[in-house]
């Protein structure tokens, strides 16, 4: 019997002692005669109707013939596994097709060098070392980048090129939000005044604004001797001269917004939101939050 889904071809004998060939259905477990093909005692006819029967299935569902099937998926396996057998390399390069893609809509084409591209790809798929990004490149997009032209390519990338990268970003970003940066977050990473004592270590200061999804727009190093409060003018007096930037709000924590911080900006005519822990806030603000109806999805 050949089964095609719930019907199949049976051969049913006869009292006569002749065969008839019915489709059959067992669906719910239970067996009903569809269609009685032919009915012979010749060996070669019941074979022919055995035949039309299938057919007689295969028109009805839409089936095909599972023989079929199964020879077409052993062809297509002898295909695939002679293939795999006679290539001899594959590179995993679809992250790379993809991000290139991106990297160019963004605008970075524009940035004649590939290192560049090379760098940000790995530093998205693969963060490492500069040995390891050389060491990734080679092994599965077949880049062969020298250790010493990446650590030559970054004093390029700070010296020449960081001012054109930072205003293709900024253009960007203005292009996704409609041609306006309404928001800009500013926080300060340092390793000055450390919290874990190590007073010796070098020391950075460094400001990062970003778009309101956290895309990174610009950045500023300082000197180490300022610490983080200190820091926080200089980059959104910077970023609106470079930028052209005129109505947005800036949004900080309050490590940035101390009383100096908050009367430049208050001076500058800057719109601000300070972060701040309702524990630290006098009892009369903390007494207005407690009165406030609160509804998940308002404010």
Request: charged share 30%; glycine share 6%.
């Amino acid at each position: 019997m050949m089964y095609f889904c719930d019907m199949f071809v049976r051969k049913k004998k006869n009292r006569s002692r002749t065969t008839s060939a019915v489709i059959t259905d067992k669906s719910g477990g239970r067996f009903r005669e569809l269609q009685t093909i032919g009915v012979s005692s010749d060996e070669k006819e019941i074979s022919d109707f055995y035949q039309q029967g299938k057919k007689w299935i295969s028109h009805h569902r839409g089936d095909r013939d599972m023989f079929a099937i199964m020879e077409k998926e052993r062809e297509e396996k002898e295909v695939t596994e002679h293939l795999l057998n006679t290539v001899e390399n594959i590179l995993l390069n679809g992250i790379q097709l993809i991000l290139n893609q991106v990297s160019n809509l963004i605008g970075f084409a524009a940035i004649e060098d590939d290192i560049l591209k090379h760098l940000v790809i790995s530093r998205l798929c693969q963060p490492t070392g500069k040995s390891g990004t050389m060491d990734y490149l080679k092994s599965y997009f077949d880049e062969d980048i020298k250790l010493h032209k990446i650590y030559r390519y970054l004093d390029r990338l700070y010296n020449t090129q960081q001012e054109s990268i930072q205003q293709i970003s900024l253009a960007h970003t203005r292009k996704i939000l409609g041609g306006k940066i309404s928001l800009l977050f500013c926080d300060v990473t340092t390793r000055i005044f450390s919290k874990d004592g190590k007073h010796a270590q070098l020391q950075v200061v460094l400001g990062l604004p970003v778009s309101r999804d956290g895309y990174p727009l610009s950045y500023s190093l300082f000197n180490g001797s300022q610490c983080e409060g200190k820091t926080m003018i200089p980059v959104v007096e910077d970023f609106v001269r470079r930028f052209n930037l005129d109505d947005f709000v800036i949004v900080a924590d309050s490590g940035l917004m101390n009383k100096i911080n908050i009367s430049l900006l208050e001076f500058g005519r800057y719109k601000y939101i300070i972060g701040a822990r309702i524990k630290n806030e006098t009892e009369e603000i903390k007494q207005w939050i407690r009165s406030l109806d609160n509804e998940t999805g308002k404010i």
